[in-house]
Nanobody
Framework: QVQLVESGGGLVQSGGSLRLSCTFSGFTVDPYAIGWFRQAPGREREAVSCISYYDGSKHYEDSVKGRFTISEGRMKRTVYLQMSDLKPEDTATYYC??????????????????WGRGTRVTVSS
């Protein structure tokens, strides 16, 4: 059974940093991609970043480019999202997801097959 579990959320001041982790299991082969999404209260879910296991490429949405870094953990079943220079508008529940479109050149899709339950990030001003 495929499982994705996010961790690392919390409360941080504006300008601070957090590192989110997505640990996944149950895949018989590597997922095609791991993506990070977020949803703020009253707003639609939006894409944040993704990493492709197909070609190793990475994508960042403009809102986080230069501040967030996605990486694969040494254990290979963990993907991190290092978030720096956090802003109040980054406040949201962050979800990781597996098996969707991800391309360093063409962006990321919103339709992923497997989802975690999310971890809450709150950035105070």
């Amino acid at each position: 059974q495929v499982q994705l579990v996010e961790s690392g959320g919390g409360l941080v001041q504006s300008g601070g940093s957090l590192r989110l982790s997505c640990t996944f299991s149950g895949f018989t082969v590597d997922p095609y991609a791991i993506g990070w999404f977020r949803q703020a209260p009253g707003r639609e879910r939006e894409a944040v970043s993704c990493i492709s296991y197909y070609d190793g490429s990475k994508h960042y949405e403009d809102s986080v480019k230069g501040r967030f870094t996605i990486s694969e953990g040494r254990m290979k079943r963990t993907v991190y999202l290092q978030m720096s220079d956090l802003k109040p508008e980054d406040t949201a529940t962050y979800y990781c997801a597996a098996d969707g479109f991800c391309s360093g050149d063409y962006g990321m899709g919103s339709t992923y097959d497997h989802w975690g339950r999310g971890t809450r990030v709150t950035v105070s001003s």
